[in-house]
């Protein structure tokens, strides 16, 4: 498996509250992307990194923010957490762009509920 | 808007039986067409990936077939085993100036094989 470490893996937390999912690799990858899974939606892109303190937002980056100040590590915070926000995030690095034939790794995931 | 869109939700196939999941996508500056496979409690791992110079890639049971004038591409599954009971994610991407290896997902689809 890549050397990705997702934390908190799992996580409950209150509607309103500040919360940072932190994600680890030991790859030295330049690139780093965090997706949300959903039902019926797939795996959609949240915020990526392609060096540190280089980020941009994805398809879905509302109510969510990121910060990149080594290689390796990369995190997201949900500023005031809410119901739509429980989901299963994923991490993801590579060492180049995806569509240039490398491989993106996925982190194992963090299961966030917000009740 | 859905960008790649995937068909079946849900698939249950015999062991032994072709799994088919199609997907069909809008941008025609995707270049890049990954399938990626992710088991219970697991994060997505690519499994197989096209690009638009070919109209077929084969790689074990697994190939893609990819039709560029229709916009669609399928992953076909032969002689399914219940090992490759998953979800299965399509993708795209698209190279180019600011590439930053952006993945756009598909919905996903469910793989039953029933012994």
């Known amino acids: 498996d890549a050397g990705i470490t997702q934390s908190p893996r799992h996580k409950v937390t209150e509607t309103g509250t500040p919360v940072t999912l932190r994600c680890h690799q030991t790859e030295n990858h330049r690139y780093m992307y965090w997706y949300r899974q959903d039902p019926g939606h797939g795996l959609r892109l949240i915020h990526y990194?392609?060096?540190?303190?280089?980020?941009d937002k994805g398809e879905v980056s509302d109510g969510y923010s990121v910060s990149r100040s080594k290689t390796e590590d990369f995190l997201l915070t949900l500023e005031s957490a809410t119901s739509s926000q429980t989901s299963v995030y994923f991490c993801a690095i590579s060492s180049r762009p995806s569509n240039s034939g490398n491989t993106i790794y996925f982190g194992e995931g963090s299961w966030l509920t917000v009740v | 808007q859905q960008q790649v869109k995937q068909s079946p939700q849900s698939l249950i196939v015999q062991k032994g039986g072709i799994s088919i999941i199609n997907c069909a996508y809008e941008n025609t500056a995707f270049d890049y067409f990954p399938w990626y496979q992710q088991f219970p409690g697991k994060g997505p791992a690519l499994l197989i990936a096209?690009?638009?110079?070919?109209s077929e890639k084969k790689e074990g049971r697994f190939t893609i077939s990819f039709n560029k004038s229709a916009k669609q591409f399928s992953l076909h599954i032969m002689d399914s085993q219940p090992g490759d009971s998953a979800t299965y994610f399509c993708a795209a991407s698209a190279s180019g100036s600011g590439n930053t290896g952006k993945l756009i997902f598909g919905q996903g689809t469910t793989l039953q094989v029933k012994p």
């Open positions: 990194s392609y060096g540190v303190k280089d980020t």
């Open positions: 096209i690009r638009p110079d070919v």
